[in-house]
C-alpha cells in the first residue's frame, strides 16, 4: 500500500472546490424536481417544517463534512490522479464507505427503502463528483 499524501502537498483550493460541489448537488437532488418530495414524505417533515429548521447551521455542517471527505481523498488520491481515477475513487468512497455506512444505520432504523434509496444514491453521487474534481485538477 502505497502511502498517503503528504498534507503540505494537498490542493487546498481543490479540495474546498470539490467539498463546494455538495451544496448544489444536495439542493437539486432534495428539490421537488428529483427526489425532495419523497425524501420530505420519508422523513415525515414537511416543506414548512423544513423552512422552520434552522438551515444556516445545518449548511454549515454539510459543508464541513463535505470538506473533511474531500479532504481524506484527496490523501488517497494524491496530486496527479486524473479525472477517471478520482471520479471512481469517489464512487467507490460512496458507494462503499458513505452509503455502506448510511444502508446499514438506516436499514437497522427501518427507514422505508425509497428514503434508503435516496440517501445512499445522493451520498455516492456527492462523493463521486467530489473525488473528479480532485481527480482533474
Do not use: K
Request: net charge neutral.
Amino acid at each position: 500500500m502505497s502511502a498517503l499524501t503528504d498534507p503540505g502537498d494537498v490542493n487546498y483550493l481543490a479540495v474546498t472546490v470539490a467539498a463546494v460541489t455538495r451544496l448544489p448537488i444536495a439542493g437539486l437532488w432534495h428539490s421537488p424536481i428529483m427526489f425532495g418530495t419523497y425524501w420530505e414524505r420519508d422523513v415525515g417533515l414537511s416543506a414548512e417544517q423544513m423552512r422552520r429548521r434552522r438551515l444556516p447551521a445545518l449548511f454549515v455542517l454539510a459543508f464541513a463534512t463535505s470538506l473533511a471527505g474531500a479532504f481524506v481523498l484527496a490523501l488517497l488520491l494524491g496530486r496527479d490522479a486524473g479525472l477517471a481515477a478520482g471520479a471512481l475513487a469517489g464512487l467507490l468512497t460512496g458507494l462503499c464507505v458513505a452509503a455502506g455506512a448510511l444502508l446499514s444505520s438506516m436499514a437497522f432504523e427501518a427507514r422505508p427503502p425509497r428514503l434508503i434509496a435516496i440517501d445512499v444514491g445522493f451520498h455516492t453521487v456527492v462523493f463521486t463528483v467530489i473525488g473528479a474534481v480532485i481527480g482533474a485538477w
